[in-house]
């Protein structure tokens, strides 16, 4: 049998697969979890990859029918229906991965030129002597002035606290990190020069470790907030504070103790040692941005919510405790408002939205959902608490996107066909499946506008609530069903209706309507996993053709990333914060009206 | 008996005294500790005052001798010889008070506009509403902006970590000190606006609370450096961190601690707290000063002997433990070499002998003696290892100045006149003392140039050795005599002939004799306990008429006072430590022979 070479990207998987193998098979070989809900039918048209070089079989009915001739002619195919017929490179689209895959690639990839605020320097010093009496720092200084043409004015104390054994030890050639006028780390000439881009996220961290001179991302990683501990949502964690002040400084260590955890991770995975890490950028909503500067939060989660702080800020890693070169600094983006934070500014840094034209929506669909208009070369945003729903919680079956969670499903006349996470036995609900479960059950008229749950062979009534059975007791060998109850489609509702509401006050405040929007940004980790149909349809989402949508993954940890890598994107970030408004969405005149109607499954 | 109300300045003790009792005894009684050598018989001359107001008696012969035409003329007095004719106001000038007394009034009267680099502004803000969505931050910049026009950029992380409930507790109003472009305390309106000045010597440290809008000083106080435990000199403090690494971080955090107490209890002298203070100054040797930065201070005991810094500093509080307010900075005047530190700038400051013209030398006596030597514009500084014999250290029966220490003495015939410090019974010799003693066995012969005991009524033998007996068992009712011994003289001959040496290498590097000195100043608290005329009798000092030397107390303290409120002060600081020169002792040409030489008693 013929062995063809097959290179899957940007997963960077490679390999060899017989020419009988469709490439869905040989995918999962390698170890690429491509989704595929019809099971290889070619009916569901969600395995989708593009072919970058190399021959393949001819498209089949199927594929003609699933895919879209401008894809075909972009070289889409679907994997389940197509064979190699020499070596091939394959591109996998973000959607065609299941979730934990797709966090290892989504994003927006954007690139700035680097212009790190940190420039290192590597000197030569001549020894003192009985004739040559210069201090070490003024030493220092000056070869820097005369080696590199840098003028400095300072020394941050901790560098000075090492400085003369250093020097000493290291024989006087020494790789000084310059950051303005101050030297901020001080280390032997084979150093690296790294940052920290950090994603603090309500739930998740992303953690970036880049090479600050060539702007290249050495090592991801992503981990869970330990703070979840105490409290979902940031409203949670903010009353924690407040009824225990006592625990409130361990809430606020647990954070910084979590990115000092992934900066030694993200280390280790290159071999480098955290106190070469010489700048870090942190961006997180407003409550997060609070926590990990250790700023009190009670004011924003009272009226009128306003932030401590809303511009840029540069911090000591040692004043936060962060453990990284102890002189190095923390850049934290602006924020926006109480509830859109600097994560938002980040989103926007990173997409580019702000200086869209015409009219265009970015958001971060969360616990919390911002949404930002541009419009007319104007910003404004809201906050919408859409709740921690599209995260599993308060949903019966809900969980996070993990192994065997149903990540996409679909309803075929009596049959329930689904994607679990890794493609294990199916444990629970995620985010989008959550939503899929929804949209397929109006779809059906199991669910009218109302989300009352009507008749269906697979709803049944159980402790007094109807419920509509996705996998049964008995496709799970015994073990209980794994259903979407008439409460989940309530707490779903709420959901969804939060955030159509801000998209529709946003519109309303600058005379627009829904058909007006040209484009739809979807950011965040839930963003990039949902099926905009799927949304579309349940009306979370406005009735836009879907080729408006663009699902960019987490931008604001690319945003974190463009901002530790180039001054000119920090001062790009400090514009956008000052231009966005803010409207607090429970003021906007129709704000009840809007809302009561945003809640109707399809509106 | 008539009484007459009396009003001792700068000590500022009042009281009445009857018409038939002299100045020594009513300042006696009013706890005036004067020096009197002669115990009242006018032939000492130590006991001088000046009458500012009011009528005196006539002055009597013993005072006509004792006195100038000049300082008769000037209305100095010896208080033994003087009584009141009416309510009178005098001034005791330093020299006239016992040493611990001394300490409380001594050192410069110098003033400067008050033009501190820490204002204080009082704002009002609009709170926020859903209205008017400002971040705490902003707001508080901005109230500054409209209200006092100040341009601030930024908050200390600190400030902001309480800015929000302050703000809110104040109702809005607060008061801002604001250090160039940042803010780096929040108080509310009625609070002050202090700074410290700290003198960190090796053996003593002496603290000023400083009003800054005024420049008055409110609080005073001295306390012992608690380093002292980790060895007496610089040098062995050094080697104890190098032996002892654990220990090292005890030492360096013993000055803070110190330094602390300091501020609480000048504090609470008026009622204040320590975060009222928004600057401080610190001023010490380069070793105190690194020490207290918690630099490492190895490199300054080994050849070439360079310090780890020289241009002044600015560092947070918090950074070194300083706890003032926690945004606020310590500033640290620049050092001139490893061991010529910023101490020594700090009495260049305050006397403005870097302005002079001619030839002048100011020096700083002490374990460690630095002399700068200023001629033609030009300025030069040596450092001398005196040892600590001054302190009383290493001396049979030296002590420091405290109660009962003999500070001044004189040989009149076979008997030995002496004034202890507090007037209490005599238990040693402090510096001054031991000096005295010195010159007075050598001008009666008992001491020959090179230092070597002869005969005389008190000189016995004990234990070997030589001692002259200062104040015998008889006199001490049993308790053993006090005594000077051959070994003490040699310790004093090597003290006082590094210093001798330290000069006359200065002189002779610019081409100077001694005759050329126009003036001596002399700084620091030994040097303003000791009989000049004793210390140029044996040597230590060159033999120029009296009134070219000027004692001037704790210049450097008076230095630290300058800088902190004194933004132009520090300029000049600087521009002195950058421009004075430092020559290395041990590495000028003819230091042997000069020592050899200045070891001779008289030479």
Chains 1, 2 share one sequence.
Not at 468 to 494: C, M, W, Y
Not at 541 to 566: C, E, H, T, W, Y
């Amino acid at each position: 049998m013929e062995l063809y070479q097959l290179d899957f990207e940007p997963v960077g998987r490679r390999g060899q697969c017989p020419a009988d193998q469709s490439l869905l098979e040989a995918a999962r070989q390698l170890g690429v979890d491509l989704v595929s809900l019809c099971g290889g039918k070619g009916t569901c048209g969600c395995c989708k990859v593009q072919i970058l070089t190399g021959c393949v079989s001819e498209p089949t009915p199927s594929e003609r029918e699933a895919l879209s001739s401008q894809e075909l002619g972009d070289g889409y195919r679907l994997s389940c229906q197509t064979y190699a017929l020499g070596d091939c490179k394959l591109r996998v689209p973000p959607e065609s991965l299941t979730a934990p895959q797709r966090t290892q690639v989504e994003g927006l990839e954007v690139t700035a030129r680097p212009e790190p605020s940190v420039c290192t320097y590597q000197v030569q010093l001549p020894p003192p002597s009985l004739s040559d009496l210069q201090a070490d720092a003024e030493r220092l200084l000056e070869a820097l002035e005369q080696q590199h043409r840098v003028d400095c004015r300072t020394i941050d104390i901790e560098v000075l606290r090492n400085l003369s054994p250093k020097l000493r030890t290291w024989n006087w050639k020494v790789q000084a990190s310059v950051r303005d006028e101050e030297v901020v780390a001080l280390a032997p000439w084979s150093s690296r020069h790294l940052g920290l881009a950090v994603d603090l996220g309500t739930t998740k961290i992303a953690g970036y470790l880049l090479d600050l001179s060539s702007g290249r991302t050495l090592a991801v990683q992503g981990i869970i907030n330990p703070q979840i501990a105490y409290g979902e949502d940031v409203i949670a964690r903010i009353a924690r504070t407040r009824d225990a002040p006592a625990e409130a400084a361990r809430l606020q260590e647990l954070a910084v103790e979590a990115l000092n955890q992934l900066a030694v991770d993200l280390c280790a995975e290159i071999g480098a040692k955290p106190e070469e890490i010489v700048e870090a950028v942190v961006v997180g909503n407003t409550a997060m941005h609070h926590l990990f500067l250790r700023f009190p939060v009670e004011q924003l989660a009272l009226s009128p919510y306003v932030p401590a702080v809303k511009e840029a800020l540069d911090v000591k890693a040692r004043d936060v405790g962060l453990g990284i070169a102890p002189g190095a600094y923390v850049h934290l983006l602006p924020n926006i408002a109480g509830f859109v934070g600097a994560d938002h500014v980040a989103v926007l840094l990173a997409t580019e939205a702000w200086q869209a034209e015409g009219v265009l929506l970015a958001m971060d669909i969360g616990t919390n959902t911002e949404v930002c208009l541009v419009s007319d070369g104007e910003m404004i945003s809201v906050s919408c608490a859409s709740g921690p729903a599209f995260e599993g919680a308060h949903i019966k079956h809900g969980m996070r996107a993990a192994s065997g969670a149903i990540e996409h499903l679909r309803l075929v006349d009596d049959r329930v066909e689904y994607q679990t996470i890794g493609g294990a036995p199916p444990v629970g609900l995620c985010g989008s499946g959550i939503l899929d479960a929804m949209a397929q059950l109006y779809l059906a008229g199991v669910l009218d506008r109302t989300g009352r749950m009507g008749n269906h062979p697979r709803v049944r009534v159980q402790e007094g609530e109807r419920e509509f059975i996705l996998v049964s007791e008995e496709e799970r060998d015994g073990r209980p069903a794994i259903t979407i109850t008439q409460h989940d489609v309530r707490e779903l509702q709420l959901a969804k209706g939060a955030v159509r509401t801000g998209i529709r006050v946003l519109l309303e405040t600058k005379g627009h309507s829904e058909e007006d929007i040209e484009q739809v940004i979807i950011a965040g980790a839930f963003g990039t996993y949902i099926d905009v149909a799927s949304a579309v349809t349940i009306g979370m989402l406005p009735p836009l053709p879907l080729d408006r949508f663009r699902q960019v993954g987490n931008a604001a940890g690319m945003g974190a990333k463009l901002a530790l890598i180039s001054r000119s994107k920090r001062v790009e970030a400090q514009a956008i914060a000052r231009r966005v408004g803010y409207i607090e969405l429970a003021t906007a005149p129709r704000f009840a009206q809007i809302f009561a109607q945003a809640m109707y499954i399809g509106s």
